[in-house]
Nanobody
Framework: QVQLVESGGGLVQSGGSLRLSCAAS????????MGWYRQAPGKQRELVAT???????NSADSVKDRFTVSRDNANNTVYLQMNSLKPEDTAVYYC???????????????WGQGTQVTVSS
């Protein structure tokens, strides 16, 4: 019903920058929250940053002042600008969205397929 497609991952040196994008498509009525989570090898998936449609942002302490989440509500797209990257930022980054579809007033959570970000030291 809803698809999330990520792009922008890759390999970067420590101190570098990357920008991730995620576009949502399908039977979308509205999107309450869009954002990013990540999962490093051997670790649990964790919150990176999310942005509510009303503008409220939430981000992990480990990425504050380095990562910025933004949204293009008209195009159902969320971005993650990552600056001053560190080796410990290496992980698979997953796009996440809480969506009200055109089929029901209920909200459902959707995930993208993930994009690899690797930061070399």
């Amino acid at each position: 019903q809803v698809q999330l497609v990520e792009s922008g991952g890759g390999l970067v040196q420590s101190g570098g920058s990357l920008r991730l994008s995620c576009a949502a498509s399908g039977r979308i009525f509205s999107i309450d929250v869009m954002g990013w989570y990540r999962q490093a090898p051997g670790k649990q998936r964790e919150l990176v940053a999310t942005l509510h449609s009303g503008g409220t942002a939430n981000s992990a302490d480990s990425v504050k002042d380095r990562f910025t989440v933004s949204r293009d509500n008209a195009n159902n797209t969320v971005y993650l600008q990552m600056n001053s990257l560190k080796p410990e930022d290496t992980a698979v980054y997953y796009c996440n969205a809480v969506v009200r579809t055109t089929l029901s007033p209920a909200r459902f959570m959707y995930w993208g397929q993930g994009t690899q970000v690797t930061v070399s030291s």
